[in-house]
């Protein structure tokens, strides 16, 4: 028997994204983004991207409908960013997938977002292993979880006790007076400096912190070492070496993640690991675990950044892990839960 035809629809910040998958066969993914109209706002504007998920949302899901080739009626169930994420932009998001479903009179699953961005790694790799790492980075999030089925059996090894990675590298960005969002403008800049030039601070990474937050990230004492630094240039009247700088604010960052995922592979017996979200664009973090994960023995799997990025893909995927799990659907009348935890698949009513 066919498998079922999933539709996936993923709202939850500022991109509106609408994909269509069977099984682990991804027939189109469309994303329509409004981070344009937040740049010159030097951050997401929630009321801003609100609306665009209103306009968006129709033009979206008619594009994926027709490049899919197939019609609503021929949906068999409907998955929707439940949380976490901005409650205007994932109100757009479930209130539409609620009419659909109702429409078409078919099941709704409101999942979890973060899961999303490890579940759409199986859509370009095939099936998981039965166990793995996976680590989600991006500007809203930096998790390290141990999955033994993305749709039923997950455990949140550590996440960011402050800030999340791709913002640690936006708030550098600003310092260093580079545009937003300054992640992949720091990424570049750092191509060109000395890696090794300051020696910024690993944090949560001293015995005593290792003991209590094995697997936990801290991002902000290194953001505010990089401010004393650029500080200290500029009051000294001397020009800051901003290419080292990135340089070496990236290792710093890099060498966290890496190093905590490795120290989570060797406690859990793990040799896979699938990195997810925006932040893994990062070409420091690609090659630090490339090389450290190949000494190791480890498989690195990284989906191609369209697909870290936040898409449709990615809930259409899990949507379809959670319907192969047999979970129950969710009810119509679920509400969006913006600091949805990882302990959630589902959303509850
Ligand atoms: O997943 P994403 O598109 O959006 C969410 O936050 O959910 O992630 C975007 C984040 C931003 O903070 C952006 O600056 C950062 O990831 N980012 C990067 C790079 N590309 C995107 N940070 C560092 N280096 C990059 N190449
Ligand atoms: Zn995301």
Do not use: W
Not at 9 to 36: F, K, Y
Not at 75 to 89: R, W
Not at 319 to 330: I, T
Request: hydrophobic share 45%.
């Amino acid at each position: 028997m066919a498998q079922p035809l999933v539709l996936g629809i993923e709202t939850s910040c500022d991109e509106t994204g609408i994909a269509l998958v069977r099984g682990l066969d991804l027939l189109t993914d469309v994303t329509a983004s409004s981070m344009d109209d937040h740049a010159r706002f030097g951050g997401i504007v929630p009321e801003v991207a609100s609306r665009a998920h209103l306009e968006s949302f129709v033009p979206t899901l008619d594009a994926a409908l027709e490049r899919a080739e197939v019609s609503l009626a021929d949906v068999d169930a409907i998955a929707v960013t439940a949380g976490p994420g901005l409650v205007g932009s994932l109100t757009v998001g479930v209130s539409a997938a609620k009419a659909l479903a109702i429409a078409i009179d078919r099941p709704l699953y409101g999942v979890n977002h973060v899961l999303g961005h490890v579940a759409v790694d199986a859509l370009v790799h095939g099936a998981f292993p039965e166990e793995f790492l996976g680590l989600v980075v991006s500007g809203g999030h930096s998790s390290l979880l141990l999955v033994r089925d993305i749709a039923t059996d997950v455990t949140e090894l550590g996440q960011t006790l402050d800030d999340a990675a791709g913002e640690a590298f936006d708030k550098v960005g600003r310092l260093l007076g580079l545009p937003y969002p300054g992640g992949p403008h720091v990424d570049r800049l750092s191509k060109a400096g000395d890696r090794s030039a300051i020696a910024f601070p690993r944090g949560l990474s001293r015995a005593k912190d290792l003991a209590r937050h094995p697997y936990d990230f801290s991002f902000s004492g290194l953001k505010t070492a990089v401010a004393r630094v650029v500080e200290g240039y500029e009051d000294a009247g001397r020009e800051v070496p901003a290419a080292d700088i990135a340089a070496s604010f990236s290792e710093a960052v890099a060498d966290v993640l890496v190093t905590k995922t490795l120290n989570g592979c060797a406690e859990h017996g793990v040799s896979t690991v699938v990195i997810g979200g925006g932040f893994s664009a990062n070409s420091r973090l690609r090659d630090l675990a490339a090389e450290r994960f190949d000494e190791a023995g480890i498989t690195l799997r990284i989906p191609p950044i369209r697909y870290c990025t936040d898409n449709g893909a990615m809930i259409a995927a899990l949507g379809s892990a959670v319907l192969a799990a047999g979970l129950p659907a969710s009810t119509l009348d679920i509400t969006i839960d913006s600091g949805m935890p990882l302990t959630d698949v589902l959303a509850h009513a």
